[in-house]
């Protein structure tokens, strides 16, 4: 939702989202205005919505309907998602990035167009044009990244997506970015909570991030339980595009009173839709990104 995590600055960090998920103009003519902290309002949203049955099940119902129209309707996007993360249980700084996604197609059960990602960072300075792409089943499935533009970027690197080496300092891997998956991640868990109770569960229309209109899904989990992931979850779904544009997760305060403690935000800005990406925008080769012509690994 508004919606990728810094660690030894060593070659890149890989975004997901579960996790999640989308859109900005393809290249570096990134407007700085974009390049702030996200803006997301609740205070003036209409009041929530009375619900019937298991708290859940109108979040859910949602949460399945937007797959499908992911499923059926969105082909490809662009956008510039803002991530932050706690990592080994410190707050990783904000980290913008640029970030193409075609969505995965499936003609008779067969894989025909496959999902893949192209990341390049934008900030923190010191991350700042790093690069990297993957593409479902093609490149022996490694992750292609450089390091930051200059001396050290000598190298297109042949990574595991889901090595140490690509996933230091991140919570998913690349193959788990985009807001199709983010959906399906939170579908699994909508469903395995929905076993349990103490969940309560909000809609508040009106919600804002960066001005565009947004409902509120608002999950608590008011008792901390070995087998909940969080004390508190807001999706936003964006009420024209029908999609989530940001996540945010938050444990339980550390104290009696306190406040909820931010474990992962993923916030998707400029979402473009069906903008038809081609093969050449997760290339590489293409001569609009910097990757270097020697390869390691």
Known sequence: MKQLTIVPRTLFTVALAATALTAATSSAQQPRENLREPVYRVSNADPPTQQTGHPLDP???????????????IRDYTATLVKRERIDGEL?????????????????????????????FLKPAEMAGRECIW?????????????????????????????????KGNRYPITEAGIETLTTRLIEKG????????????????????????????????????YFDFHLAQIF??????????????????????????????????????????????????PAYKFPDRLFN
């Open 191 to 226: 469903e395995r909570d929905r076993k349990r109770g103490e969940c309560d569960v909000k809609f508040y229309k009106g919600a804002k991030i960066n001005g565009r209109v947004c409902t509120l899904l608002q999950v608590t989990h008011p008792v901390k339980r070995p």
């Open 237 to 286: 779904i964006d009420d024209e595009l029908q999609v989530p544009v940001r996540y945010a997760a938050y444990l339980w305060p550390e104290t009696p009173g306190g406040k909820p403690v931010l474990e992962e935000e993923y916030t998707y800005l400029n979402l473009n839709l069906n903008v038809g990406l081609t093969d050449e925008d997760f290339n590489y080769k293409n």
């Open 135 to 167: 593409v479902e089943g093609a490149n022996e499935n490694k992750l292609f990244g450089h390091e930051v533009p200059g001396i050290k970027n000598v190298f297109t690197i042949r990574l595991d997506p889901t090595g140490w080496f690509a996933m």
């Open 92 to 120: 990783m700084p904000q980290e913008f990035m640029e970030v193409k996604v075609r969505n995965r197609k499936l003609a008779d059960g067969r894989v025909v167009v496959p999902f893949g990602v192209y990341l390049k």
């Open 59 to 73: 979040a859910l119902k949602i949460a399945y309907d937007g797959l499908a129209h992911i499923q059926r309707d």
